[in-house]
């Protein structure tokens, strides 16, 4: 997805660009996730990422709707509104200062009890909820496919089950990718690999410090009515998508590239879904993915230059889905040689390779 937006928003700009992609679109994190794009918590958590979830929600929006209107298609973004929900007092508090102190446009408002179950009557029991209209959800498979598609509109070529097996370059200059087909050479390279992105040697033999962050969600089909409003809670949340399923996420496990789905997998997310929704424990199982959240040692993804020709877009974690818009902006700018609009010195590469 993260790689998508880039090639979008480069070829709109003009720009000729290839894709490269291993396997097929839409395989990686990018199909697992239950593609909540819920920026309150991020904005409010002080960490550099706050700069990009003040900006998420609207830039993910009017991507979104430039891609449906070049392609016909269509990528789920939803408006459902979010329900944080409080269990301690201490989380009620906490919620109850962000109302004055949240960035605007989120339009937060506080819920109690009573007023909570007017709002989702199938609510488990919990003090109260920080209701944030705003926050939204997404197909994240379909919202990679709808960028791809857009960005081929604009020029783009994509190549599928293709793998990068190197960069090449000259003097430290990056010129190009290697794959088993031959050379792709350009002027720049974007290294957008998700989970996988360490595997690309940089020109002087280092490699991104991206390790993959496993976690599994799952579709339900509620046998009764469940919950209109996304739901988040400390153990996981719900996403009430547009035909009436409700996924459910998610796990997270540091256990490498563990392929499937496990049986603790399903177990821990029907116990969220029934915690928070009680009527959902009668719900038929639809499906579970797993996939591989892209981390970085600082959970703060690397978002920049690399080296001369090479830029990258990986490490986005739990908040790929809700970064890919702004990064591929980012990207876009940088790469433009125009000032990006949000300072990328957080971000960069360089905290943890050589300059
Ligand atoms: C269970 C789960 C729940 C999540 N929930 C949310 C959520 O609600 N909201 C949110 O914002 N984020 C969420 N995330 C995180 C989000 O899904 C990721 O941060 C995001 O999808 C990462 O996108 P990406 O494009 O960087 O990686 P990916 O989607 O993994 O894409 C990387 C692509 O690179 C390709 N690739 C790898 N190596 C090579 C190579 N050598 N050559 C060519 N191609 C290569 C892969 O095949 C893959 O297609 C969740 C993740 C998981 C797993």
């Known amino acids: 997805m993260v790689g998508a937006a880039c090639a979008y928003e480069l070829a709109a700009a003009g720009f000729e660009v290839i894709v490269v992609e291993r396997y097929a679109v839409a395989t990686g994190a990018s199909w697992?996730?239950?593609?909540?794009?819920?920026?309150?918590?991020?904005?409010?958590?002080?960490?550099?990422?706050?700069?990009?979830?003040?900006?998420?929600?609207?830039t993910t929006?009017?991507?979104?709707?430039?891609?449906e209107a070049?392609?016909?298609?269509?990528?789920?973004?939803?408006?459902?509104?979010?329900?944080?929900?409080?269990?301690?007092?201490?989380?009620?508090?906490a919620f109850r200062a962000w109302l004055s102190t949240a960035p605007p446009g989120l339009e937060l408002e506080w819920l109690d009890d009573a007023a909570l179950r007017e709002a989702e009557p199938h609510l488990g029991a919990f003090r109260g909820a920080l209701y944030c209209a705003a926050e939204s959800q997404v197909y994240p498979a379909d919202y990679t496919r709808v960028l791809l598609a857009a960005a081929v509109r604009h020029g783009a070529s994509v190549h599928e089950g293709r793998g990068v097996l190197g960069l090449t370059h000259r003097a430290g200059t990056v010129t190009g990718v290697l794959t088993a087909e031959g050379v792709e050479e350009g002027d720049h390279m974007v290294i957008a690999a998700g989970?996988?992105?360490?595997?690309?040697?940089?020109?002087?033999?280092?490699?991104?410090?991206?390790?993959?962050?496993?976690?599994?969600?799952?579709?339900?089909?509620?046998?009764?009515?469940?919950?209109?409003?996304i739901v988040y809670?400390?153990?996981?949340d719900l996403g009430p998508k547009p035909n009436g399923e409700v996924w459910v996420g998610a796990t997270e496990e540091d256990a490498g590239f563990l392929p499937g789905v496990t049986a603790t997998d399903v177990a821990d997310l029907a116990q969220v879904a029934r915690t928070l929704v009680?009527?959902?424990?009668?719900a038929r199982f639809l499906e579970a993915r797993?996939?591989?959240?892209?981390?970085?040692?600082?959970?703060v993804p690397l978002i920049g230059s690399a080296a001369p020709g090479l830029t990258v877009a990986t490490g986005h974690w739990r908040?790929?889905?809700?970064?890919?818009?702004?990064?591929?902006?980012?990207v876009r700018q940088s790469i433009a040689g125009e000032t990006p609009e949000v300072d990328l010195a957080p971000f960069s590469p360089h905290r943890f390779i050589a300059s």
């Not at 929006?61 to 891609?67: D, N, P, T, V, Y």
């Not at 392609?71 to 989380?91: M, S, Y």
């Open 32 to 58: 697992a996730a239950p593609g909540l794009v819920g920026p309150l918590v991020e904005a409010m958590s002080g960490k550099p990422t706050a700069a990009l979830a003040r900006v998420a929600l609207p």
């Open 61 to 67: 929006e009017a991507l979104i709707q430039r891609a």
């Open 70 to 93: 070049d392609t016909g298609l269509v990528a789920g973004f939803v408006r459902t509104g979010a329900l944080h929900v409080a269990e301690a007092a201490a989380e009620e508090a």
């Open 195 to 229: 989970a996988w992105s360490g595997g690309i040697a940089l020109p002087d033999g280092s490699r991104l410090p991206v390790r993959p962050l496993r976690g599994a969600r799952l579709a339900l089909a509620p046998a009764a009515p469940a919950n209109r409003h």
């Open 233 to 236: 809670a400390e153990h996981g």
């Open 278 to 282: 009680p009527s959902l424990a009668a």
């Open 290 to 299: 797993s996939g591989y959240r892209p981390t970085t040692p600082d959970y």
């Open 319 to 330: 908040k790929g889905v809700m970064f890919a818009a702004i990064t591929g902006r980012l």
